[in-house]
């Protein structure tokens, strides 16, 4: 039998239960709004941390959406932060009512990561890529093929939870992290990449096929 696990992210209880008690004690003193607004929020941050499990499609070459939200940009981009070249880059954005837990978009390495402090530009607006606060995943596959994960925090996104290290051996769809309240999730893909996604789409993270390798 497998062990349960709650749906829930971890680090949403450092807020799920503060306001959960404020409800209800609330509710024990007799302050009926108080304690239906509290109730209202208890519910909101619950949904906002949950934590599903995806259902991964097969493939080798496939590579997975690391987040669930909508494509807001593909374009060509230069990656900077490590390898320095020309890449295919996928914007993905997650408004407060998208799940927010990140995920690896293919089997690999954690071969190098990278913090920038920066702003707290509106998450789905192409200048929040470069400016905003952010952290830089390298990903190397088994095949030696290398990808970028971008986390970038947004308009109310104010921290980065990263739970990988350096040289971490990663299995497909492996959470990687989370950005609280409202975030932008940037890809880069090798030219070998051939997309499958348009923008406008909705993905979800673990689950959504970006692309293939050919």
């Excluded at 007799?30 to 941390?49: A, D, E, K, P, R």
């Excluded at 293919?106 to 990278?114: F, P």
């Excluded at 992290?177 to 890809?187: A, C, E, W």
Aim: glycine share 6%.
């Amino acid at each position: 039998m497998e062990s349960f696990r709650p749906k829930i992210a971890a680090d949403g209880l450092l807020f799920i239960l503060p306001a959960a008690l404020i409800c209800w004690i609330s509710a024990f003193t007799g302050h009926s709004l108080i304690s239906l607004l509290f109730l209202i929020l208890t519910c909101f941050i619950t949904y906002f941390f949950r934590d599903p499990d995806p259902d991964i499609p097969e493939g080798e070459n496939l590579i997975l959406s690391p987040a669930h939200g909508k494509i807001v940009s593909i374009q060509s981009r230069n990656e900077t932060n490590f390898l320095d070249s020309e890449m295919q880059c996928v914007s993905i954005f997650l408004s407060i009512f998208d799940c927010h837990v990140n995920r690896t978009p293919v089997a690999g390495i954690v071969k190098s990561t990278k913090y920038n402090p920066g702003k707290f530009n509106l998450a789905f607006k192409n200048n929040a890529s470069d400016h905003n606060e952010n952290l830089s995943i390298l990903l190397e596959t088994g095949k030696k093929d290398k990808i970028v994960v971008k986390l970038i925090t947004g308009f109310l996104a104010r921290r980065i939870v990263s739970i990988i290290k350096l040289n971490d051996t990663l299995k497909k769809a492996q959470r990687i992290g989370l950005i609280r309240f409202g975030s932008r999730v940037d890809i880069y893909l090798p030219e070998n990449v051939k997309l499958q996604v348009s923008i406008g789409d909705k993905v979800s993270g673990g689950e959504s096929i970006l692309g293939e390798f050919i």
